[in-house]
């Protein structure tokens, strides 16, 4: 069964920047897109970012693009995601996913394997 685990997560003002790791273990993990969603207080868990299984394909939500990048390094079975220019409405529960099938990428029900989260909090 696949894991995944969340790092890089944390308390960072407004225009500051983090870096998001997650590492996965027991898959394949080169053959999978793998995608990046976080969820505010009192909101639905929302798509943020996507990377192909090769890094040739990137996505991202509207509300990121410019700010976010997400990469990965199949050598060490990691995704990260850098995020710069964050703001306070950024702040969220982020968690990685592994790309299932039978829903589009920017949807949740399209991951079927998902981190334990990590916590970006933006203060102004």
């Known amino acids: 069964q696949v894991q995944l685990v969340e790092s890089g997560g944390g308390l960072v003002q407004a225009g500051g920047s983090l870096r998001l790791s997650c590492a996965a273990s027991?898959?394949?993990?080169?053959?999978?897109?793998m995608g990046w969603f976080r969820q505010a207080p009192g909101k639905e868990r929302e798509f943020v970012a996507a990377?192909?299984?090769?890094?040739?394909?990137?996505y991202y939500t509207d509300s990121v693009k410019g700010r976010f990048t997400i990469s990965r390094d199949n050598a060490k079975n990691t995704v990260y995601l850098q995020m710069n220019s964050l703001k306070p409405e950024d702040t969220a529960v982020y968690y990685c996913?592994?790309?299932?099938?039978?829903?589009?990428?920017?949807?949740?029900?399209?991951?079927?394997?998902w981190g334990q989260g990590t916590q970006v909090t933006v203060s102004s």
């Open positions: 996913a592994v790309r299932g099938s039978g829903w589009g990428i920017f949807d949740v029900k399209g991951y079927d394997v």
């Open positions: 027991g898959r394949t993990f080169s053959r999978y897109m």
């Open positions: 990377i192909s299984w090769n890094a040739g394909r990137t």
